[in-house]
């Protein structure tokens, strides 16, 4: 079909608007013979009839798996350099119980960035020694709570927090294991990086300030100083942002050395994925390898040992193992000019995917419970909320027959969308569902109309009489219309 004007200039038609693109989808998704979006053996009509939607899917299996091999990435090409790798995973991407034992079943260890975090992190059995506490403004009671509870790290992002990190763990009889938190200068997103020797930003503390901070930290008695840290961006493409990065830190890790140890690098997380067909993220060997190349050429051209790395991926990791799983409710062509665009309207939206709302971030979808050969329409997925910037994908081709009752799922949205979900509207926020081998389980389940009210102090136990969330299956502890008919008499 012909390319329609009102696309964007990156998106081309597809020769077939049923398929699944490479590199979007979790491993396991494929298209059944009755044409269905089957992922870890569970397909998209059974997920919506057991669960309802929207519905957050996670293919359990690949994101073990994208765990397990990034860490066999790195700690092959950083042991061809002759140290190893820590692999942290950035908790904010996607944080459950379940998710946060996947990942130390994996052998990695878990960052956290608030009391809630570290409260989940724990309630999972993550050992406290195994996590990595970062943030710009941690509370005294969060400092505190770290401290006393033994956690492995502690990123110290501002001068302030040096003293009373080191007043918490005196506090405690803990010497803190702690790194500092540096910008490089270095600012990367996508494809491009910019570097400069200040930055206007509200984490970490200037480069050229960081010998006198660490030679604070260092006469802490309370403190040991593990190593320095930054974290250049999110999303972002090939390797040569982190190369600069590192290649920053790296000079800076010579003149600490001068003065006593520093055994330690971290280089934060922000590896790319894809989102749209267009998206060509560099594979995670080869990052590591990139990265372990400049990380030896620095330390040999600068004659210091090559420290223990440590690194800080979310979204790599469990970004591609989710799709969101929606229902059309209506669909509306508007004609712009000559052209017609296809308006989609699904049962979820910002609240569920804030992602295009914040960052303007693209995103992808297909037709979930069906194939079709009608042509494709360039679409827009609107959400149902009460407000025009209410979009979560902007711009994709579908078969245009899509109408109202089709179930339709968006890939990789398994970092940074259930995270950053809201209750905007008074929606409740879905149910998390793993899928593996055939089986369906909800790790995290969805929000009720009660759950929502619960907070309001203004309402008597028995005053609503709505029935329940749109998230009625399994997922959620819906109220049955029995109890609507008990407490509304
Ligand atoms: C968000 C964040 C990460 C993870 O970023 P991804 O893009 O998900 O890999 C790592 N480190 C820090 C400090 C972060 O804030």
Redesign the pocket.
Known sequence: MAHNPLAPEWLSPPADANTLIDGLWPASAHRANDGAITIGGVSAPDLAARFGTPLYVIDETDARSRAAELRAAFDAEFARIGTTVKV?Y?A??FLSTEVARWMVDAGLNI?V?SGGELAVALAAGVAPGRIGF?GNNKSLAEIDDATRLGVGTI?IDSPIEITRVAAAAARHGAVQNVRL?VNSGVHAHTHEFLATSHEDQK?GVVFEDAPALVAAIRAEPSLNFLGL?C?I????FGVDGFAESASRLLSLQADLLATGPVPELNL?????IAYTSVDDPTPVRQLAAGLADIVAAECASRGIPVPVIA???????V?PAGVTLYEVGTTKPVQVGENTRLYVSIDGGMSDNARPALYGAEFSVRIADRVSAADAALVRVAGKHCESGDIVVDADYLPGDVAPGDLVMVPATG??CWSLASNYNYLGRPAVVAVVDGEARVIVRGETIDDLLARDTGISRSAHGVSTSSTSGEGSTSTTSEDVKETTR
């Not at 961006?233 to 972002?236: A, D, P, R, T, V």
């Not at 934060?268 to 790319?272: E, I, N, Q, R």
């Not at 690194?311 to 990791?317: D, F, L, T």
């Open positions: 942290y950035a904010k991407a960052d960035c970062h990123i938190r984490f840290h974290h961006g999110s999303q972002i934060g997380g922000g590896f790319g690194i800080e991926p979310g979204r790599v990791i970004g970092a940074y």
